[in-house]
């Protein structure tokens, strides 16, 4: 009888170890991808709410005295903050309305980053 290999041979096991690792390393860059996609979308959400807070608060002002004053709110997560800036035009889209824009600026990644929220107000009392 001769005897039986049930083993594996050495180039059987190289081929094995190199596939996991492309597998590994393909899985290990789709997780730091989604990470980073986690924390774009963290800082969008957030720009969203400070814009929303800003037309609100330009909401509560009298028609004819709303603040144009550029402000910024600070960042809960990170030690940056975001750059609010209103702008108001008069009379826009008809005569007796502003239409405002807020933009929402901050710093991602050594970029800056916006965002920009629009609606249009009336003076309900004329």
Request: charge should be negative; hydrophobic fraction near 40%.
């Amino acid at each position: 009888m001769k005897p039986t290999n049930t083993g594996f041979s050495l180039l059987e096991v190289l081929v094995a170890m190199v596939t996991f690792a492309i597998a590994a390393a393909a899985t290990a860059s789709l997780m730091f991808q989604s990470t980073s996609f986690v924390g774009v979308g963290n800082e969008r959400s957030q720009a969203i709410a400070v814009a929303q807070t800003a037309i609100e608060r330009l909401r509560t002002q009298d028609y004819e005295e709303m603040d144009l004053s550029p402000y910024t709110v600070s960042w809960k997560e990170k030690s940056g903050f975001f750059s609010v800036t209103p702008h108001i035009s008069e009379d826009d889209p008809e005569p007796g309305m502003k239409t405002v824009v807020v933009t929402v600026s901050w710093q991602s990644k050594g970029e800056t980053q916006a965002y920009e929220l629009q609606t249009v107000y009336s003076d309900v009392n004329s």
